[in-house]
């Protein structure tokens, strides 16, 4: 019997009965576990955890679980209801927390939570909890319109809240800072948070007026203020980026691998201005392939411990925002000296590969160079060259027509090596949103990823693996982008869900492979139900991010995986170039493993963190944008296809990526009830039924661009598929049409509920 398993053991059947006190006679029954030897190991680990104050002795002799043992730490999720839920443990169930028992904490605050009930054994049911302390505030400062009303409590006025997860509360302004004009969207630092009086107010000090509510993109840069991203660059970072040469120095050159001679070429975009990747391909005599993936060495420039270093780490990455970039380095270095531009000579990192016919590697080396571009190609141009065949195009770059051809054959033979290995493709539609001079949207256009595109996903994915095996080898402190296993009672909860559709899956939850995951893909591929399969998947996976382990990232399959070519927009892939020149520079030992051994974690956990930013950023621009656009076309009708279904309604995704919502409210022709096991919501009377994947008729009803929502109804409800899908029933007191009667609000969803009023003083959260 394994110590540590056994104490777990006791723990858990403490943690599971609070109200009950064990004798060592009790405790052994409720484990199994008899004889004299077992019951002498009990009475051990009962010694160490009352050591450890884990357990408690009570007046009788008997064990119970210590109270502080349940609190725990983690992040406050709120919802529109009150209510919300606390994440503490990437292996637990989140903890409920009613909405008496939050103790006012917003969302996303970090808090300690005392757990009142524990999870139930044998049920999906996780703990509950009562907030005791809010550690630590997520929201320091909001941005908003300012404006002025009657009922302003003596302040000298509120400001607009945009964020969704405000919408619920108001923000007062008091006169010890700056004093707005009513339409100007400023800045302002929280002073005091909501408490139990009032709930739904907290005030500030208005800090920073960031423009007019008018001004062309005020919008998108109350949501980059609003998520703490830096958009202006300070002056010294400025001036340390102006002294640097605009072009490479002859020096500069020195220990470097000479490579001019080459066949490189850039593919990017046609918008593209930093380019940060040349590649080259050509066959070996021995039949195998060389590919050179060649990355701007950005490292050489932006030196540990400099301004534009500090300022490119608290950046972490440059953010795509509809019609403009905040870049993570000034232009003079992302657009120029660093950027890989048609016959300029640049200095780069790079990663030589031979790889056979099967799309193995099996010759590598990375080592620092210096380059030049013989075109500046785009995927278009290359698109019309390998799929289109065009005449034009394929005289205009003759002499790198052959190469283009090659890295055809290679590309589909690296594709297929990933697919074998179990790499699990996902086909999303990506949606690039045009912008009049007033930076209004007027037109939303699906990008397509042609032969070109996929070619440098390819090329890439090789050097970044590549890379990883490399340097992970060796043995030296190294950042790896790793996507963990799945949980796996998630995907445990996805095979019980693919069986109520007949596909039933035999694997080990526990040993997981991607190829497993893949095969699903490639059952329900071109079926109705792949969306809905697609969907739940992508649930039960993990998030990416990066970590100074290397465990592997299961998506593409690969053991070996990390970032190693966007240095111009990504902070960790500059940082390995760093590494990389510093190991080769001193050499590999204990003392140079030991420079960074403390400071590759700390890297890759803050650009974790700047990366989310970075993505809830963008994503809350584009929904924005997509409101605002849709906000053109009320009354329009669209085909649709259902994207989610909740039990508050269906989400509708129209070509063009917009997402609405159809709120059970405006389902008037049935009650509907909803089915999770399904994910359906079902006409009780009807029968008529609306899953994932299912196409739909849609009439655009509203739209909030304030909140980024867009509101759908259902036409042609009668063409609705129906399905035996509802359990068996008793009789039904309620009345036919009778849905939930709320208003249009996209309520379990986006943003909090309205509060009342009150005048109060607000008391300052500790």
């Known amino acids: 019997m394994e110590d540590n398993k056994l104490k777990n053991e006791i723990k858990n059947e403490l943690v599971s009965h609070l109200e009950k006190s064990y004798s060592v006679e009790d405790l052994a029954d409720a484990l199994k576990y008899h004889g004299s030897a077992a019951f002498k190991l009990i009475v051990q680990e009962l010694a160490i955890l009352e050591r450890e104050r884990a357990v408690v002795v009570t007046h009788d ?245 400099t301004m534009l270093d500090r300022e490119a780490y608290k950046r972490g990455t440059s953010c795509y925002l509809t019609d403009r970039v905040i870049p993570m380095l000034p232009r003079r270095l ?131 693996e590549t890379v990883a095996e490399t340097y992970n080898k060796l043995k030296v402190p190294f950042i790896y982008r790793i996507h963990e296993v799945p949980d796996a009672t998630r995907v445990k909860e996805f095979f019980e869900f693919l069986t109520a559709f007949g596909i039933n899956i035999k694997a080990d939850t526990d040993h997981l492979e991607p190829k497993t995951l893949q095969n699903i893909l490639s059952k329900v591929a071109g079926k109705p139900v792949e969306a809905m399969v697609s969907v739940m998947l992508l649930r039960s996976m993990q998030q990416a991010k990066y970590s100074d382990k290397c465990v592997g990232h299961f998506g593409l399959g690969a053991k070996y995986y990390t970032h190693f070519t966007s240095p111009i927009r990504r902070y960790p892939d500059m940082f390995i170039h760093r590494l990389i020149h510093y190991y080769e520079e001193n050499g590999i030992n204990d003392t140079t493993k030991a420079k960074y051994a403390d400071v590759v974690g700390e890297v890759a956990v803050h650009c974790s963190e700047t990366e989310r930013r970075a993505v809830d950023t963008e994503r809350a621009v584009d929904a924005m944008m997509k409101a605002e656009y849709m906000s053109d076309r009320i009354g329009e009708e669209y085909d649709g296809v259902i994207s989610s279904v909740m039990k508050f309604g269906l989400f509708i995704e129209l070509p063009n990526t917009v997402e609405g919502l159809v709120h059970i409210s405006r389902m008037k022709d049935d009650y509907y009830q909803y089915v999770p096991k399904y994910m359906a919501l079902v006409g009780r009377n009807t029968k008529r039924t609306f899953k994932i994947g299912q196409d739909v008729r849609v009439k655009c009803v509203g739209v909030d661009v304030d909140q980024s929502s867009v509101d759908f109804e259902i036409l042609e409800v009668e063409k609705t598929p129906i399905s035996d899908l509802l359990p068996k029933q008793q009789n039904h007191t309620r009345g036919r049409f009778n849905n939930h009667k709320s208003n249009n609000s996209h309520d379990q969803k986006r943003g909090n509920g309205n509060k009342s009023s009150h005048s109060f003083t607000i008391k300052k959260r500790k």
């Not at 051809?405 to 045009?434: C, P, S, V, W």
């Open 334 to 464: 992302s657009n120029g000296i660093c950027s890989l531009n048609e016959g300029e000579l640049r200095l780069c990192m790079s990663c030589d590969m031979e790889i056979t016919p099967q799309g193995k590697v099996v010759k590598s080396r990375v080592h620092p160079s210096v380059m030049r571009s013989k075109a500046r190609m785009t995927y278009n141009a290359v698109n019309e060259i390998i799929e289109n065949k065009d005449a034009d195009t394929r005289k205009k770059y003759a002499d790198l027509v052959p190469m283009f051809e090659t890295m055809n054959e290679l590309h589909k033979i690296l594709y297929n090596a990933r697919r074998r290995r179990g790499a699990i493709d996902f086909n999303d539609n990506e949606a690039k949103i045009i912008v009049n001079k007033e930076g209004h949207p007027i037109d939303i256009q699906l990008r397509t990823r042609g032969t070109a595109e996929r070619l440098i996903e390819s090329f890439m994915l090789a050097a970044n």
């Open 61 to 305: 002799g008997n064990f119970k679980i210590n109270p502080s043992e349940l609190k725990i730490e983690g992040v406050f999720h709120s919802n529109s209801k009150g209510f919300g839920f606390v994440g503490f443990d990437d292996d637990s169930e989140d903890a409920f927390i009613a909405p008496d028992d939050t103790m006012n904490a917003m969302n996303m605050d970090r808090v300690e939570v005392q757990i009142t009930k524990p999870a139930e054994k044998g049920s999906d049911r996780g703990p509950a909890g009562k907030v005791i302390k809010i550690l630590e505030c997520h929201y320091t400062h909001v941005v908003g319109e300012f404006f002025k009303t009657t009922d302003d409590q003596g302040y000298i006025g509120q400001i607009k809240l945009k964020d969704k997860k405000l919408a619920g509360y108001r923000c007062y302004v008091t006169d010890a800072g700056i004093n707005p004009t009513p339409g100007e969207v400023v800045l302002v630092d929280i002073t005091e948070y909501p408490n139990e009086k009032h709930p739904d107010a907290m005030v500030g000090v208005a800090k920073q007026i960031i423009g007019s509510v008018d001004d062309p993109g005020i919008d998108i840069l109350q949501i980059v203020y609003a998520h703490d991203v830096p958009s202006q660059f300070p002056e010294d970072v400025m001036q340390e980026a102006d002294a640097i040469p605009d072009h490479v120095l002859p020096e500069e050159t020195k220990g470097r691998e000479d490579i001019t001679d080459q066949d490189l070429v850039t593919i990017d975009a046609e918008e593209s201005k930093d380019l940060d990747d040349a590649v080259t391909a050509w066959k070996l005599p021995n039949g195998n392939y060389h590919l050179g993936v060649h990355i701007a060495d950005v490292s050489h420039y932006v030196k540990p411990g």
